[in-house]
């Protein structure tokens, strides 16, 4: 059985119907994450992430260990109609929105256990310096974390340093809107293995944190519930596209760099570039390791 992150549409729907059809999802599929829109109406109406409104959703995933991907979609701003596919401001703000509503709310303190996972490296980046009363004062490390789906490799970089290696995990569209193909070399943007592998300012524990321990860490309860009796790569198709890789142990740190494959990658060849990151993980394991990579 298919290992997935549900989404369960919020556009009519009261966070205590979503649970109810959550529950009802955990136990007819191997869902190990769930997809959430802070603002399904695209009006800015929906109440913060940080407010009660959400809570009986947070004390479902607190609960069974599920955790929350947060990714905005539609926009309703009518000043946004001249802009091609302005769904994507939505990305920025919203995302953007909730890092800074939960990092600055008492969601952490009510649900010590609760993990989420921003995506597009939580929509924006901070412009203040440490320790400005702007920014979030508490310790978020244990419970949020971002994804690296932002293939300007300027913008990713600065994600990475501001956000912390610790609380970045690997995730990417493939195919996705970020596929357009790079000036530089042709291959499609939202090919980000061989990006982060070549990041010289990365050791190569740090990649394998981004890659791998990362990912199993904020996807814990996925560990646990995985089968582990052939090493195979499980693909996602279609769905929130959030790849992150999940090995059972890593021990032996690779050069990633060294590993991966020159040829092109085409925007909608959504196997190769899984395999070619599960490949990649899967030399780090030892010889004759059984522990199978899994690709939500």
């Known amino acids: 059985m298919a290992h997935r992150s549900y989404h369960s549409s919020q556009s009519t729907k009261t966070p205590q119907t979503c649970c109810l059809n959550f529950v009802d999802a955990l136990t007819s599929t191997a869902s190990f994450a769930t997809y959430v829109n802070p603002d399904p109406g ?102 949020l974390f971002f994804d690296t789906n932002a293939p300007e490799v300027n913008y990713l970089t600065a994600a990475i340093r501001q956000k ?44 394998i944190k981004i890659f791998h321990h990362n990912p199993a860490k904020s996807h814990s309860s996925a560990r646990t519930g995985l089968r582990r009796t052939q090493p195979r790569c499980q693909l996602r198709q279609r769905g929130c596209a959030l790849f992150q890789c999940l090995c059972s142990s890593v021990s032996v740190p690779v050069s990633l760099s060294q590993r991966r494959d020159e040829s092109p990658v085409k925007a909608r060849r959504l196997n190769r570039l899984s395999v070619r990151l599960a490949l990649a993980l899967s030399k780090t394991r030892p010889t004759g390791s059984s522990e199978k990579i899994a690709c939500l």
């Open 164 to 207: 912390g290696v610790d609380q970045m995990c690997f995730g990417v569209e493939a195919p996705g809107s970020s596929r357009h193909p790079r000036p530089e070399n042709g291959v499609p943007g939202d090919d980000l293995v061989p990006v982060i592998a070549a990041f010289d300012w990365l050791s190569e524990e740090e990649k």
């Open 42 to 143: 695209g009006k800015r109406e929906t109440p913060g992430m940080h407010e009660d409104y959400w809570y009986p959703l947070y004390e479902e995933c607190e609960g069974r260990n599920i955790p929350i991907i947060v990714h905005a979609s539609n926009v309703l701003d009518r000043r946004l109609r001249n802009i091609p596919q302005n769904y994507q401001m939505a990305f920025y703000v919203e995302q953007f929105f909730a890092t800074q509503l939960l990092g600055h709310g008492d969601v952490f303190d009510r649900f010590p256990n609760i993990k989420f996972i921003i995506c597009h490296c939580g929509g924006a980046l901070d412009r203040f310096v440490q320790g400005d009363p702007h920014l979030p004062s508490r310790d978020t490390t244990k419970n």
